[in-house]
């Protein structure tokens, strides 16, 4: 089964708008990190938190993670209509050599 | 760097055919995954070598799938005979070992008739 689960399954919000997307997992984890697709292309990575972590930023990204609720968050901030695109977060588990497991992935369409 | 190459880009097959997907990791990576993605299960682990070696397969959906890494620039991924559920994008992610991130290739487009 999938390590991690985001919700929600879609996303549609006005340009400037705010996008927080959230990821939920089961096992212990050294790291999350998430992850952005464009249509037809590559997955790019977008930011990794790691296990003592609670909060990173990155430019327009805040991510958080809660370890006790086995839980993420994505915040885009001032959303553009470059942003829509699908986002996933991956975990890789304690002990599991570099193993990294993905979400089904969250839809984010931001008009324009 | 060229980033993780992944070739063909697009394989249209038929049924029972053999299909094999390449993939050239960035040099100095020595985690390799092999996904597939579907709009039905999302993107699947399939088998992920660290150094070269298969650590774990048990995404590996039967014994018609196989994958091999025979040095640190290449690996394959394996599918005979070949089925119409097999249609996907396969995709190959390379990263170093430890907290880091993973590199996408572009992906294979398999369509299998």
């Known amino acids: 089964s999938q390590q991690g689960e985001e919700d929600p399954q879609a996303l549609s919000i006005q340009e400037g708008e705010n996008a927080t997307m959230n990821c939920s997992y089961k096992?212990?984890?050294?790291?999350l990190q998430w992850y952005r697709q464009n249509s037809g292309r590559g997955l790019v990575h977008l930011i990794l938190?790691?296990?003592?972590?609670r909060e990173k930023h990155s430019g327009r990204l805040r991510v958080t993670l809660d370890t006790s609720k086995k839980s993420s968050s994505l915040l885009i901030t001032a959303s553009r209509a470059a942003d829509t695109a699908s986002y996933f977060c991956?975990?890789?588990?304690?002990?599991?050599?570099?193993?990294?497991?993905f979400g089904k992935g969250i839809t984010l369409s931001v008009r324009p | 760097d060229a980033g993780v190459i992944q070739s063909p880009r697009h394989e249209v097959t038929e049924m029972g055919q053999e299909v094999t997907l390449r993939c050239k990791p960035i040099?100095?990576?020595?985690?390799l995954f092999w996904y597939r993605q579907t709009m039905m299960r999302g993107l699947e682990l399939l088998i992920y070598?660290?150094?070269?070696?298969?650590?774990?397969d048990s995404g590996m959906p039967e014994d018609r799938f196989s994958a091999k890494m025979p040095n640190a620039s290449f690996s394959t991924l394996k599918i005979q005979p070949s089925e119409p559920r097999d249609s996907a994008v396969y995709f190959c992610?390379?990263?170093?070992?430890?907290?880091?991130?993973?590199?996408f290739g572009q992906g294979t487009r398999l369509t299998v008739v």
């Open positions: 070598f660290n150094n070269n070696v298969p650590i774990d």
């Open positions: 991956a975990t890789a588990k304690t002990g599991a050599n570099s193993k990294l497991t």
């Open positions: 096992t212990s984890i050294n790291n």
């Open positions: 040099s100095g990576h020595n985690s």
């Open positions: 938190i790691r296990s003592n972590e």
């Open positions: 992610a390379s990263k170093r070992t430890g907290d880091t991130e993973a590199f």
